[in-house]
């Protein structure tokens, strides 16, 4: 007679985010065993899977998350408006999880990341999963710095009581459930009014939110991913330009767009910066062009590594970008329009 071997269990936090919606749904297919971490309202999972109530700077909530989990998929993705903030909420909570973790007998920790971490601001760049982040981090804006400051927490616990880690850096992830005003394309000061990061023309990485989810799926039984940074976006095929283009056509409505210099974007907020700290604002900070340049993502993205590692092949072409991609995100807003008229 065979022993029964019981199905693995994972602890997922951000599961109520459109990645971690897609993820549980592939796991759930695969017979994993899920608990989530949630400090809001349970209902959105149904019966499907186990939850914690608590958040992630509650020391108690999360020692209970992680009682018989083999494996932590760390979703939360928190915005912060300073960079205490960014601290408080992401830095601080990925450290203690995955201290947690580790002694709490936890085999493998992934980590969603973002490809802003890199320099991305050369044409002539390259960048695969072996990429390291940005050696001028440090005049990156708050978001890039925490993630790279939660990487290096997590490059500092792996190996630790045998728990292994591994850091996706997501594209510019859309489809269902994402917001068609992608930070990503430029900056929307309404849903119909953009100004894209330079002049639009270049191949952004995109990635459809499933095939985010896949890859991590996929992940979970693959000891080749074990210390690795994975990077998870579809190979190049949407400008900008492409992705609004799409986004009026599906809404059947005028959309204003306009490339806009980079260099005006720092200006502008170089300006402020300079007043607040004149008037010595507690969330001042300093103003860099770089940063700015690195908003228009025109290096060479290259995924082929984590498609071989994987068996992993994400969609490319920009036809089923726009049909799952963008279409999904646009209809959301028109459905909503809907029925609040």
Not at 57 to 68: K, N
Not at 107 to 126: G, I, P, W
Not at 130 to 149: C, E, L, Q
């Amino acid at each position: 007679m065979h022993a029964t071997v019981e199905p693995l269990r994972v602890l997922i936090t951000g599961a109520s985010g459109f990645i971690g919606l897609s993820l549980i749904e592939r796991l759930l297919k695969h017979g994993i065993n899920i608990r989530v971490l949630t400090r809001g309202d349970a209902k959105v999972f149904q019966d499907r899977v186990e939850y914690v109530q608590g958040s992630l700077q509650d020391r108690s909530a999360l020692e209970r998350s992680l009682e018989d989990v083999q494996a932590v998929y760390h979703l939360a993705n928190p915005v912060g408006s300073n960079w205490q903030q960014y601290v408080d909420e992401m830095v601080n909570p990925t450290a203690l999880l995955a201290q947690l973790s580790a002694s709490a007998g936890v085999k493998n920790f992934f980590f969603a990341s973002s490809v802003d971490l890199y320099d991305s601001s050369r044409v002539e760049a390259r960048i695969t999963g072996d990429t390291p982040a940005d050696p001028d981090i440090a005049r990156r804006n708050h978001y890039a710095r925490a993630k790279h400051a939660c990487e290096t927490h997590l490059r500092q616990v792996d190996r630790q009581n045998d728990l292994r880690v591994t850091i996706f850096r997501l594209g510019l992830t859309i489809g269902k459930g994402a917001s068609h005003a992608h930070r990503g394309v430029g900056h929307f000061s309404s849903p119909t009014v953009v100004r894209l990061w330079g002049a639009g023309r270049h191949r952004l990485p995109f990635i459809l939110v499933d095939d985010a989810a896949d890859a991590m799926a996929r992940s979970l039984t693959n000891p080749q991913v074990a210390g690795r940074t994975l990077l998870l976006s579809a190979p190049p095929s949407l400008t900008a330009r492409d992705y609004m283009k799409a986004v009026a056509a599906r809404a059947h409505k005028r959309v204003y767009v306009w490339p806009y210099a980079v260099w005006l974007f720092w200006a502008a907020d170089a300006l402020k910066e300079s007043i607040k700290h004149l008037l010595r604002h507690p969330n001042r900070r300093s103003a860099h062009l770089h940063d700015w340049k690195c908003r228009s993502h025109r290096a060479d993205y290259d995924p082929t590594t984590t498609m071989h590692i994987l068996d992993w092949n994400p969609v490319s072409d920009r036809e089923t970008l726009i049909a799952r991609g963008v279409n999904p995100a646009v209809d959301q807003i028109i459905n909503r329009t809907v029925s609040r008229g």
